[in-house]
């Protein structure tokens, strides 16, 4: 049904480039969340070869943001878009440096497996690392669900989650420090550990700044820095 | 590139096909049927000028079907939709430019602040001096640039002496941005300038009788892009003085020079909101078909 409308376009270029960007941009999503989910095993299995792999996917990742920008640039200077159109080159494009900052911060956990898989693995953590990793995936997963569907209420949805992985990320700083007290040997281990999941919960930051794109996409709202509650109001709203 | 490979299979069963589920975002055209009411925000506290139930008429065919508007003072309203949607035939019923047309009958209630347009007391010269107009073509009189603005001063009895006049034709060409070009040859023919030069100076013309509304047909399309950019620049410092209508093929500069903007289609005013708003996120699904090229 989306080709059909995507067809009535007088301009049947026009057409194909803001399909080309819608594309692309799914491309890249989908290579940033593999990059999260390697990123996180290579952790948990200190798995070095995986690291690897995760920090060289960044070339790729890179590329298809200074790619993507191209195209939303093009139209903006060919097409002068507006209303929907607009709002689509608008949110893929802030959508873009979010997913790159999102491929930095898997970068980061792969360096952390890296180091650890040579200082031998840490004593504690890895529940947490579990825990917080699966539960930001998803919501990476969700958000570019909602992005690809237009569906504005999985993009509150995922809003929503981010608030619980912070959550749960003070609790396990709180316990993850308690840890290093009790066991100083195990100080420098453990703060690779807290650094990967500062970076995890950065990715849920980032995940719900896309989210926030997708309502500002779909409804015209712009829902950033107010509460999920705001949030709800606005989109039910009409 | 087994990344890639192993990621389309995933997309394919997440569904996350791109440009395949679309339906929340851009509802069908086709089926779109007209709002019952103009949606958005037609209506304003103390207006300039009150429509209400506007209907056109050409001989049997309905050309405007019951469109009530506002136009508030000191503001630039543009009027825009596809060709033969009346946005043209609703702006000409605001001066009377329509009585021209013999087959053409206008009904509704329009009103200049108290006045009644089509109160059959009304007198429409002096009607069209509180409400001028600038058509698509520049139109200057075969007369010098001087006496092209003179003209309605002189035809109104606006000026008694000769220094009077000088003064209102440069007062007027000063405001039209024409007056340090053609300082020099006032009485040189208005036929001679160029085409932008020319509709400043019908711009010019039109002012010069201190009108309260200017009506613009599309004033930009026979001139290029400088001379757009200057009639742009102008309308913007004219709202000081003036409230503007304008009617323009350009979704561009209707976004660039107006505070509000209607959309009409096939004859009816489908909305009515800021200008920014109905570039940014439109109410009515035809104003965003329009507004985005869907069709027209």
């Known amino acids: 049904m989306d080709r059909m409308h995507f067809g009535q376009h007088s301009s049947s270029q026009f057409n194909e480039a803001l399909e080309s960007i819608r594309n692309h941009l799914m491309e890249m999503g989908g290579l940033v969340e593999k990059q999260v989910v390697d990123a996180l095993e290579s952790l948990l299995h200190a798995d070095s070869g995986l690291a690897e792999k995760v920090m060289h996917t960044e070339e790729k990742v890179d590329q298809l943001e200074i790619q993507i920008d191209e195209e939303c640039a093009r139209v903006l200077a060919l097409r002068q878009p507006a209303a929907s159109d607009l709002r689509l080159i608008i949110a893929v494009s802030k959508a873009v440096s979010d997913l790159e900052r999102i491929g930095d911060e898997s970068a980061k956990i ?12 840490s004593p504690r953590g890895y529940v947490e690392v579990r825990h917080i990793g699966n539960h930001v995936r998803n ?74 794109q997708v309502i500002y996409l779909v409804k015209g709202k712009d829902v950033r820095h107010i509460s999920v509650d705001e949030m709800q109001k606005q989109v039910k709203k009409d | 590139m087994d990344t890639a490979q192993s990621l389309d299979n995933r997309d394919a069963e997440a569904g996350r096909t791109p440009a395949t589920q679309d339906k929340d975002h851009r509802p069908a055209m086709q089926d779109t049927p007209y709002p019952e009411h103009t949606v958005g925000h037609p209506f304003l506290d103390d207006p300039k ?48 430019m329509n009585d021209t047309i013999d087959i053409c009958r206008v009904n509704g209630e329009l009103f200049l602040e ?6 059959s007391k009304m007198d429409v010269v002096e009607l069209r001096a509180r409400v001028g107009m600038v058509f698509q073509k520049p139109n200057p009189f075969p007369k010098s640039i001087y006496d092209n603005v003179a003209y309605g001063p002189r035809l109104h009895g606006l000026a ?87 009617v323009t093929h350009s979704m561009q500069q209707a976004a660039r020079v107006s505070h509000r903007t209607a959309y009409f289609h096939l004859g009816r005013l489908i909305e009515v909101n800021d200008t920014d708003t109905v570039f940014t996120k439109p109410e009515h699904a035809l104003t965003e078909a329009y507004i985005t090229g869907r069709f027209g």
């Open chain 2, 114 to 119: 108290r006045q009644d347009l089509y109160d």
């Open chain 2, 49 to 96: 000028m009150r429509l209400r139930d506007v209907n056109v008429f050409y001989a049997d065919n309905q050309a405007i079907h019951n469109v009530s508007l506002d136009i508030g003072k000191n503001e630039v309203i543009a009027l825009i939709g596809p060709s033969g949607c009346g946005k043209s035939t609703f702006l000409r019923s605001l001066n009377r």
């Open chain 1, 139 to 212: 919501m990476l997963r969700d958000t570019l669900d909602a992005f690809a569907r237009f569906d504005a209420d999985k993009a509150l949805d995922v809003a929503a989650e981010d608030n619980e992985v912070d959550l749960e990320y003070r609790s396990a700083m709180r316990s993850l420090v308690t840890f290093m007290m009790e066991d100083p040997r195990a100080i420098s281990r453990v703060l690779n550990i807290i650094w990967s999941l500062r970076a995890l919960e950065r990715i849920g930051d980032h995940a719900r700044n896309i989210a926030e």
């Open chain 2, 160 to 246: 008694d002496k000769k220094y009077d006049l000088d003064e209102m034709v440069e007062t007027s060409l000063r405001k039209a941005g024409l007056w340090d070009e053609v300082k020099d040859r006032l009485h040189a023919p208005g036929t001679g300038l160029s085409g932008g030069q020319q509709q400043r100076l019908c711009i010019a013309r039109t002012i010069a009788v201190s009108p309260e509304v200017v009506l613009m047909d599309e004033p930009c399309s026979a001139l290029d892009p400088i001379a757009t950019a200057k009639i742009e620049e102008l309308i913007a410092e004219l709202t000081e003085s003036y409230t503007i209508a304008i």
């Open chain 1, 110 to 121: 792969a360096a952390m497996a890296l180091q650890l898989s040579e200082q031998g693995e």
